[in-house]
């Protein structure tokens, strides 16, 4: 399992940045933060309240299946942190990066609204997690993946994550 790169995926506010680094750490390969490879168009897109659409989000897509690839060809692993919520999104980072395993955190939209407007500091705005979830296409049954719910703590989660990886 740690050879593989997974995406750990899901609408903003479930916790991708926190749970993301608890898995990597577990599966002893590198965390990248999804967030560091949107360009600075996207970032301000956002923190005006206003979604990215899908050619906002290509670069994006492409940037973070570049390091995907990276570490596939390094045969590390690594997990990343990309809300993935599309399933072109996802083709978009299978074609880079074949093989590539999604972790999609899912939860109750309400405790996710709470947990967004809780957080301080993000470029991500509460308003954006309708348009989140309207765009949001679950893993299908032919994805390598697995679904797992926010609603424990981070560390309970972590360790539901990887032992739901580790079965892949």
């Keep these: 399992m740690t050879s593989r790169v997974v995406v750990v995926m899901g609408v903003a506010g479930t916790g991708k940045s926190t749970v993301g680094p608890l898995v990597a750490e577990a599966l002893g390969v590198p965390y990248a933060e999804g967030d560091d490879f949107h360009p600075a168009a996207n970032v301000a897109k956002m ?9 906002d989000r290509a670069p994006w897509l492409d940037a973070i299946g570049d390091w995907a690839r990276g570490r596939a060809a390094l045969g590390e692993g690594g997990v990343i942190g990309c809300s993935a919520l599309k399933r072109a999104y996802r ?3 299978r074609a880079a990066v074949p093989g590539l395993v999604f972790l999609h955190l899912t939860g ?15 470029f991500m705005t509460p308003r954006l997690l309708d348009s989140q979830f309207a ?34």
């Design 108 to 122: 109750d939209r309400l405790l996710i609204a709470a947990r967004m407007a809780a957080r301080k500091g993000h």
């Design 47 to 55: 923190s005006a309240g206003i979604p990215l659409d899908d050619a």
């Design 91 to 93: 083709d978009r980072l």
């Design 135 to 168: 765009a949001l296409e679950p893993l299908e049954a032919d994805e390598t993946g697995a679904a797992v719910d926010v609603a424990p703590e981070a560390t309970v989660i972590a360790q539901r994550a990887v032992a739901a990886l580790r079965r892949l």
